[in-house]
């Protein structure tokens, strides 16, 4: 009766190294879900052929090690059709571990890398959103996108403006305003201005992780100044989600 089970309960190289250390001749063959299959044949206790992902011999067991999961069965005293592997099975499996740990680590980095581009695409398109705005509108000076914590995600400001200063003023209002929402139970935080004789400070809900903060000058349209602000808020938490 051959020998059954998965990959997750053995591996690969753990199957390779039994079968060699054991001294066996058997034709090891394992099989993904989607079908996919490849087969390894041993003879006394040497790998001397595999076949799998259109490769045969060696370079079949450094692609069948890349597998993290299938099944597998074993045929003992099966012999292989042809053989195609001489080096000592010892070397074809560290070669093939090698080149299996360069491949997770080149994707790992892809990935890494693709998160990063990601990030920056993200930072592009929401300072692309700020610069619009304070560009296109004739009451917003100034514009921010800053975390809950305080942080600054974004910022078209002033140049004599600090972006931490605004940052941790927009934090401090967002906390102020929720217990004041709260305690006076109306509902979750939106919106909140706050007029000076120089100007005014508006601060929306841009998602669960942000908001817009908007700065204008004096005497100013604020229902124009609302829109703008709205539709920005609106842009940023679609971006942010």
């Not at 992902?53 to 074993?74: C, D």
């Not at 942000?210 to 808020?233: C, H, P, S, W």
Request: hydrophobic share 40%; net charge negative; proline share 1%.
């Amino acid at each position: 009766m051959a020998l059954q089970g998965t990959l997750g309960d053995l591996s690969l190289s753990d199957l390779i190294q039994l079968h060699c250390q054991a001294g066996s001749t058997a034709r090891l063959t394992i099989q993904k879900a989607s079908g996919e299959s490849g087969r390894l044949y041993f003879e006394g206790g040497e790998i001397v052929h595999a076949e799998g992902e259109g490769f045969q011999g060696s370079e079949a067991v450094y692609a069948l090690l890349t597998w993290q999961e299938g099944s597998f069965e074993v045929d003992q005293n099966t012999a292989a059709p042809t053989r195609t592997i001489r080096m000592p099975w010892s070397a074809v499996l560290m070669e093939g571990l090698r080149r299996a740990d360069e491949r997770r680590r080149n994707e790992n980095s892809s990935k890494n890398q693709e998160g990063v581009m990601a990030g920056e695409n993200r930072r592009e398109r929401l300072a692309q959103i700020l610069s619009q705005l304070v560009e296109s509108s004739g009451d917003v000076r100034g514009a921010a996108v800053v975390g809950r914590d305080g942080l600054i995600i974004a910022a078209h400001l002033p140049a004599k403006m600090e972006q931490a200063r605004v940052g941790a003023v927009a934090a401090a209002l967002l906390s102020l305003s929720g217990r004041s929402i709260g305690q006076l139970e109306r509902g979750e935080f939106q919106q909140t201005l706050i007029q000076g004789t120089e100007g005014n400070v508006l601060i929306t809900d841009a998602g669960k992780n942000a908001v817009f903060v908007a700065l204008t000058g004096k005497d100013v349209n604020l229902g124009m100044v609302f829109l703008e602000v709205r539709e920005a808020a609106g842009a940023v938490a679609e971006i942010l989600s």
